[in-house]
Structure formats: C-alpha cells, structure tokens
C-alpha cells in the first residue's frame, strides 16, 4: 500500500497564473476526492469522483477551478488566474466503495500566492 | 444541515497525563464519524471511526472514542499521552448516503514534557 501521492508538495506561483496539482490515489481506489485546508481550519470538501465521474461539487469550486479524473486513475485540479484568496492547502483523498468507507488523504500540495 | 464543532482550539497537557479531546455534530440521524490527527505540513491520518455497534471504539496510537447519541459526541480519549502525540486533531463527520465529510476546526494539541 502505497498511499495516496500528491504532486507538487509546495507550489508558489505569481497571482493570476494557472496552477494544476496531481493526485495518484490508492490503487484499489474507486473513489476520489479534492479538498481545501487554510490555516487554523479543518479540511472544506471540494469535489467528489467515483471512477471518472465527477459526481458533486462543491459551490466553494468557482468557475475557475476544474478537476478531472481520466480513465477513473489519477486526478488533476486546475485554478486558473489565481487570486490571493487560494493560498491554501491542497488534499486529496481516496476511499474504496462501500458505504462509510474511510478516506485516505495525501500529504497534500500546499500554494502560495505571491 | 450537518456541522461538527471542537470547542478546544488548543490542549495542553503533560506527558503521561490523560487526554479527551471533544466533538459535537449536528445530524439528524446517525452519521459515519471519524477522527484523524494531523502533524505540520503532512496530510490526515485516520485514528479511528465508528459507523454503528459498540459505542466504544477503539484506535490507533492508544486511541478511543464514545459515541454518545444522546449528547450529540464523539470525544476521542487516551490514558497516557506520549510526546509524539502533539498534533492537530480533527473530527470528521460523514452522512449516510453522501461522500464528503465535514470536518471540525481542529484541536491542537501540545505535551509538555
């Protein structure tokens, strides 16, 4: 078991650049989910994939953030003219089917605007 | 709506000494409840969870918690803390149903040596 990995670890980028984080979930994994931790809060839900679908979203996901799931494997979410206000802690989690299955996070990508 | 409060923003505590940590949900019914520990600059580990059945659960690390329906908690608990244990610990709540959790403020958590 390999955990779930995420990729960059730190990312610093200059206000209004895209930025896209890579998650790689547990193998087994079926689904997939995007979370945002700012400091001093516990983690605020995102987005949710079962395989490759995107099947919620969070109304904290503005139009210019975008996540995608291919092939129901690996994910990626894209900000797109970042602002200062999504500095903040990236996390992704997997969890395998069945109802109440725990979620396990990654160490997360952590961004910094300048 | 489901919310989840932790009124302590931080714990101290000496090393050896015992340890309850608090959580409150709001929930109609009975939700999936977690707890997961968070050191600086890594991701969440899960320490325990409860689902239904005994209300006492056991963890990792030493850890506990009770569920307690009629209080609306999930306090998680250890006999004797380790100075390892300093951490950021949160609860997490899951309604049946959905797939996202809702996740407590934090407790932050210091042992003194």
């Known amino acids: 078991d390999t955990g779930v990995s995420q990729d960059p670890r730190h990312k610093i980028t200059k206000r209004g650049q895209n930025v896209t984080f890579r998650c790689d979930p547990i193998?087994?994994?079926?689904?997939l989910y995007w979370y945002r931790q700012t400091l001093g809060q516990g983690p605020e839900f995102l987005t949710y994939?079962?395989?490759?679908?995107?099947?919620?979203k969070s109304r904290l996901l503005s139009d210019r953030f975008s996540a995608e799931r291919p092939k129901g494997s690996f994910s990626t979410l894209e900000i797109q003219r970042t602002e200062q206000g999504d500095s903040a802690m990236y996390l992704c989690?997997?969890?395998?089917?069945?109802?109440?299955?725990?979620?396990?996070f990654g160490d997360g990508t952590r961004l910094s605007i300048l | 709506a489901q919310s989840v409060t932790q009124p302590d923003i931080h714990i101290t505590v000496s090393e050896g000494a015992s340890l309850e940590l608090r959580c409150n949900y709001s929930?109609?019914?009975?939700?999936?409840l977690f707890w997961y520990v968070q050191s600086p600059g890594q991701g969440l580990q899960l320490l325990l969870k409860?689902?239904?059945?005994?209300?006492l659960v056991q963890g990792i690390k030493g850890f506990e918690a009770e569920f307690k329906r009629s209080q609306s908690s999930f306090n998680l608990r250890k006999p004797s803390v380790h100075w390892s244990d300093a951490a950021e610990y949160f609860c997490?709540?899951?309604?049946?149903?959905?797939?996202?959790?809702?996740f407590g403020t934090g407790t932050r958590l210091k042992v003194l040596a």
């Open positions: 989690a997997s969890s395998p089917g069945g109802a109440g299955s725990p979620q396990h």
């Open positions: 193998s087994e994994h079926n689904r």
């Open positions: 994939f079962q395989n490759e679908a995107q099947l919620e």
């Open positions: 929930y109609g019914a009975t939700p999936y």
């Open positions: 409860y689902f239904s059945g005994d209300t």
């Open positions: 997490a709540v899951g309604a049946p149903g959905t797939y996202k959790y809702i």
